[in-house]
């Protein structure tokens, strides 16, 4: 097996000469979206030599939204609607480091029954964002029975977060301080009934999708990255932990209340892209066992939001503050000059470091392994663009 | 109502459809009644009865109840109705309808959903119509610098090879459009067709994922074309016959999927390659290459291809049935006389219900085990796309001329000792003929 620095090498050598003999006959240069069914907000220009890709440029920035100038001209407690967006299935954990951050530069601690409330959101938002993912790697693959079952088994947790938060997907629940409200009446064993099923769910969908010897055949072996080129490119989450990594930011650094969890960083040392699939399959599974001692441990009593009054002033500084979401390390990245508004923020998202790997991925692979390769990446355009 | 024009008026209306009448039943009486008598009057016109059937005594036959029967049970026997209704297009038509509707609300059901609901009050009974008339009020678009006569011409041509085939499969004994000699290999011939009519609508399509479709298409049906012909030798070895009908007749003791297992799975297996079904559905993988070879098509000229292409899977799993399954053999369940005593009752009314000349009890027995059959292999075709992934091109293409072209080997070989071990074949112990 090649090293990163020859397949760098060796992509640098073909892209010069594509250029340079750009009338190959040989050679059919492919637009993978942004009207195709299998790419999202999103276009991979890809070269194919009969069916070998010899030539990947992923190209981002469909669906840029300007979140970080946005953020600028709006105080701490108005950024949280809007900076959701990026990711909306995942919006407890995008907002989760930012009340990390803001946290810290303002100087407040929340309450320990609010960090408890804030860490069982964002796990069932961990799992509504692998089940839609999963979805869709169903689908990608031409397994419609995965991409329903998911579908329809995500709008449970999705009705537990509207008993827990009040909306559907985008919560705006996590706030610097705590959590917006308190859990509801019968939350808990509402939400251990639900996470009992969907365990038990979960067991099947390993039964008809992961354990399928055709699926198997397809995703094992495909699409190396080693456990050096995987440090080297940066990647993060679940395609890091694929690589055999066991790089968690819930371990390496506990926030809030995860240094009082036990778990579990799950990782995998085949480094394919059946590994790529198969680690959020177990962090749902890790996820129900991380909800279950959150509601085992949370205190009964006390509140669960410090209150800051709306124009609240930060010290001058900066702070770097990040979280394990769906996708993997999530930073937010604050100046501020002692206003009420951030100065610069600047978001750092799993999507956009892990979709660097994809052309390293995808050249000398088949193009029928393409759909494969690129959403194992665990990759959500919208929130690369930001 | 905010549709109607300002100088609408309700007057007008209604006198622009009685005038609108009035031109048909003019058109009628004055041109297409008179045409339609001249031309009878110069064809040979056939006999009922011992009666030549003139117009007019085909409109008082159809009338007198005693005489109705005559007329239908000549009209099912002409070639005309067996290529477009019974064993022939209508009836194939018809079960791809149904498998359309099934395979929607089967899949619905492995999946946790209901499927189609609302066309036709009943579980959305009339959704295929539903999407058929939507097909057919869409427009057609036809790619700047396609080849327009292929492009236009494929669709045509994929329904018309799909009918062709199925015209050879044998429904019960003597019930078959076409009984040819060699039946088997026309059949094998007409499913050479297809990959060239991918090939051939994918290239006039002058578009890059088309074409990519269409030689998947071509790469796929090539590897597993030649299994599909090796899994059928040793039935006809077995048989000694290349006739669809005899080939089923042949089964009468037991069904050649008891001594072929192996071989009817090779069958099965290459029979949903050959259908373009998941697992197999590479010329049409969406998130790869969006619909493959079918990217460009549009309007009823999709619907014809969908319908071409379910036409195909009744005609496969039809050819599996005969093959594997003894055909229309099955026990005789239907009583000799439909109704008991009719034939000779005094009451001319149940006289007729007796179905007297229409009513064979042998063929209706096969007709009826040969559906169940059919069912049976075309529900199975359906589930597997409810249970796997799309394969790869290279595991495909290994799959097609490696592993299933050696397994179809090792039941030639067993048949063969069977035969030269004086068990079955000619003369053998358990022998059928």
Same mark, same amino acid.
């Given at each position: ?386 | ?302 619907? %014809? ?5 379910? $036409? ?6 039809? @050819? #599996? /049935? !005969? +093959?594997? *399954? ?70 495909? %293409? ?5 592993? $299933? ?6 039941? @030639? #070989? /067993? !048949? +063969?000792? *069977? ?15």
């Amino acid at each position: 097996m090649s090293t990163l620095d020859d397949k760098i090498n060796e992509i640098n050598r073909l892209a010069i000469q594509i250029t340079k003999d750009n009338d190959d006959d040989r050679l059919m240069n492919l637009s993978i979206g942004p009207q195709h069914p299998g790419s999202g907000h999103f276009r991979i220009v890809i070269k194919v030599d009969g069916d070998y890709i010899v030539y990947a440029d992923p190209d981002i920035g469909y669906v840029h939204r300007g979140e970080e100038k946005m953020s600028e001209t709006r105080n701490f407690i108005q950024n949280i609607p809007h900076l959701e967006r990026p990711v909306i299935h995942d919006s407890t954990n995008i907002i989760y480091a930012y009340s990390l951050a803001i946290e810290e530069l303002i100087g407040i601690n929340p309450p320990r029954r609010g960090q408890f409330v804030r860490a069982i959101a964002a796990e069932l938002d961990r799992i509504v964002y692998t089940t839609y993912w999963l979805a869709i790697y169903g689908i990608f693959l031409g397994h419609s029975t995965m991409f329903m079952w998911p579908t329809g088994d995500r709008e449970l947790i999705i009705d537990l977060l509207e008993r827990l938060t009040g909306h559907r997907v985008t919560h705006a629940f996590s706030v610097p301080g705590g959590v917006r409200n308190d859990i509801p009446y019968n939350f808990k064993e509402k939400c251990l009934t639900q996470i009992n099923y969907f365990e038990k769910r979960l067991k099947e969908y390993e039964d008809i999708f992961y354990n399928n010897p055709l699926l198997r055949q397809r995703t094992e072996g495909v699409g190396i990255m080693s456990k050096e080129d995987a440090i080297k490119l940066g990647v993060t989450g679940s395609v890091l932990r694929a690589s055999g990594v066991p790089y968690d930011i819930r371990k390496v650094e506990p926030y809030d209340v995860y240094d009082e969890i036990d778990f579990k960083v799950q990782y995998m040392k085949s480094c394919d892209t059946f590994a790529r699939a198969y680690i959020p399959y177990l962090d749902m599974k890790e996820s129900c066992h991380i909800i279950r001692q959150l509601l085992d441990k949370m205190p009964d009593e006390g509140s669960v939001r410090e209150k800051i009054v709306g124009n609240v002033k930060a010290q001058p500084g900066e702070t770097y503050r990040r979280v394990e979401s769906g996708r993997g390390a999530l930073g937010y990245y604050i100046i501020s000059d002692g206003g009420t508004k951030p100065y610069r923020l600047k978001i750092s998202t799993g999507s956009f470091r892990n979709i660097l790997a994809l052309p390293f991925l995808l050249v000398g692979s088949k193009l029928g392994d393409m759909p494969a390769i690129y959403w194992a990446l665990n990759y959500w355009p919208i929130e690369a663009d930001r | 109502m905010g549709s109607l024009t300002p100088d609408f008026r309700f007057g007008n209306f209604v006198g622009s459809i009685v005038w609108l009448v009035f031109v048909i039943l003019a058109l009628v009486t004055l041109l297409i009644l008179p045409i339609i008598f001249f031309t009878l009057f110069y064809i040979p016109l056939p006999e009922v009865d011992g009666e030549v059937l003139t117009p007019y005594l085909f409109f008082s036959m159809m009338v007198d109840p005693s005489r109705t029967l005559p007329i239908v049970q000549f009209f099912v026997h002409t070639d005309l109705f067996r290529a477009a209704v019974f064993p022939g297009f209508g009836f194939a038509a018809l079960i791809a309808a149904a498998t359309i509707f099934v395979e929607r609300k089967l899949l619905a059901k492995m999946q946790l959903r209901v499927g189609p609901l609302y066309a036709g009050k009943v579980e959305g009974i009339f959704q295929l119509l539903a999407d058929g008339l939507k097909l057919l009020t869409k427009e057609i678009i036809v790619p700047s610098g396609a080849d327009k006569p292929i492009f236009w011409l494929a669709p045509i041509m994929y329904v018309s090879t799909a009918a062709a085939v199925v015209a050879l499969i044998p429904v019960a004994s003597g019930w078959v459009v076409a009984d040819v000699d060699v039946g088997l290999i026309a059949a094998f011939a007409i499913l050479g067709f297809f990959p060239l009519i991918a090939l051939l609508f994918s290239w006039a399509s002058n578009s890059k994922f088309p074409f990519i479709g269409g030689l998947r298409a071509l790469h796929q049906m090539i590897a597993f074309e030649i299994p599909f012909f090796l899994s059928a030798l040793p039935v006809v070895i077995m048989s000694s016959s290349l006739n669809l009908s005899d080939i089923a007749r042949s089964q009468n003791i037991f069904w050649n999927i008891f001594i072929l297992p192996i071989n009817a799975f090779v069958f099965f297996i290459s029979s949903l390659a050959e259908l373009e079904r998941i697992p197999f559905d590479l010329p049409e993988a969406e998130s790869e290459i969006v619909a493959g070879w079918l990217t460009e098509t549009t309007g009823m000229m999709y619907g %014809l291809i969908q319908l071409g292409s379910y $036409l195909k899977l009744y005609a496969l799993a039809g @050819l #599996f /049935v !005969v +093959l594997f *399954l003894g055909g229309w053999s099955g026990p005789q369940i239907f009583p000799p006389e439909l109704i008991p005593g009719a034939h000779d009752s005094n009451f001319p009314l149940l006289q007729m219900l007796a179905l007297d000349g229409l009513y064979n009890p042998v063929t209706v027995n096969g007709i009826f085990w040969f559906l169940i059959k059919i069912i049976v292999v075309i529900l199975l075709m359906l589930i597997v796309r409810g249970i796997n992934p799309r394969i790869r091109i290279d595991i495909l %293409l290994h799959t097609g001329w490696y592993k $299933l072209i050696v397994l179809t080997f090792i039941n @030639l #070989f /067993v !048949v +063969l000792m *069977l035969i030269y071990g004086g068990i079955i074949g000619p003369g053998g112990l358990i022998s059928t003929r």
